[in-house]
């Protein structure tokens, strides 16, 4: 049983315990009963369509302008951040996956050498 399908029982267990409707977690479970059958590759043609466009951009607006209030970044630099996003589709979702996965693991590597 993977981690959505794990989400999903818990919220038909909720909703037999009267804890949330059995709407909310008929829609819950669609949802994650869904993704659950998903393999990565899915997700990411899932993410890759767009569909999250708007709410990933709102996540990103609060985070830059958390850190244009800190002085971390400038308008200049928060702005590019945001042209990117929207036009740098040189690359796909699972490059861009696969580059987080490398950043980290090289991360790791180094800071084991370190020790």
Known sequence: MN???MISESYRKAAEQGKITQERA???CRIYD???ACDQEDIII???SGVFNDITMQYLDVA???LRKDGDISKIQ???VKHLYYTNFDFSSLEVLQNRKNRI???LEEKKKSI
């Open 3 to 5: 981690g959505f399908k």
């Open 26 to 28: 008929d829609k819950e």
């Open 34 to 36: 869904f993704l659950a």
């Open 46 to 48: 899932l993410f890759s």
């Open 64 to 66: 830059l302008e958390e």
């Open 78 to 80: 928060a702005d590019m």
């Open 105 to 107: 693991n090289n991360g």
